[in-house]
């Protein structure tokens, strides 16, 4: 058994392409739109997405200013975010988990845990999905909001767009 997950890992970072580590500060925008749930009273579905611009100034870390929408059949909410996620930008494909501050329109506080895997199509765009766990501080339920999507990214060298 754990030679398969050696075997697994090993596969993996062989297929994985070379390093994608940053020097160079980087800005990031990032669009985000899939599934959401609200778990307070009778559980609902539907959809709901993001638009985050973050601000990296090593591989590793990203402060993050996020904006967000959820639609569960016929009740909106909104939300405002500042954070910061922890990437492990060294391979192509590119883990990160993030915690967040969070104002939601009804003018409760909470916490956004997110967490998710981005692929780098080259060194500006990605691909990914993400998962983010949303629980405001004067709701009992956990998680109270609970959305996965697929993200879209783009980043660039701080004041100079067209650098690699």
């Given at each position: 058994?754990?030679?398969?997950?050696?075997?697994?890992?090993?596969a993996l970072v062989a297929l994985s392409g070379p390093a994608q580590a940053l020097d160079d500060p980087r800005l990031h925008v990032t669009g985000e739109f899939?599934?959401?749930?609200?778990?307070?009273?009778?559980?609902?579905?539907?959809?709901?997405?993001g638009a985050e611009i973050g601000y990296a100034p090593t591989g590793f870390w990203l402060l993050k200013g996020r904006l967000g929408l959820a639609e569960h059949q016929g009740a909106r909410a909104t939300f405002a975010q500042l954070g910061v996620d922890y990437r492990l930008d060294v391979w192509t494909y590119l883990p990160w988990i993030g915690l967040a501050p969070t104002l939601y329109d009804s003018g409760a506080?909470?916490?956004?845990?997110?967490?998710?895997?981005?692929?780098?199509?080259?060194e500006r765009w990605s691909l990914g999905v993400g998962a983010h766990l949303h629980q405001a501080f004067d709701e009992a339920a956990y998680p109270r909001y609970l959305?996965?999507?697929?993200?879209l990214g783009w980043r660039w060298v701080l004041f100079d767009p067209f650098a690699p």
């Open positions: 058994m754990k030679a398969d997950r050696l075997a697994a890992a090993m899939g599934y959401s749930g609200d778990n307070v009273g009778a559980k609902k579905h539907g959809i709901g997405g506080l909470g916490l956004d845990v997110s967490l998710g895997v981005d692929w780098l199509l080259h959305q996965i999507g697929a993200r």
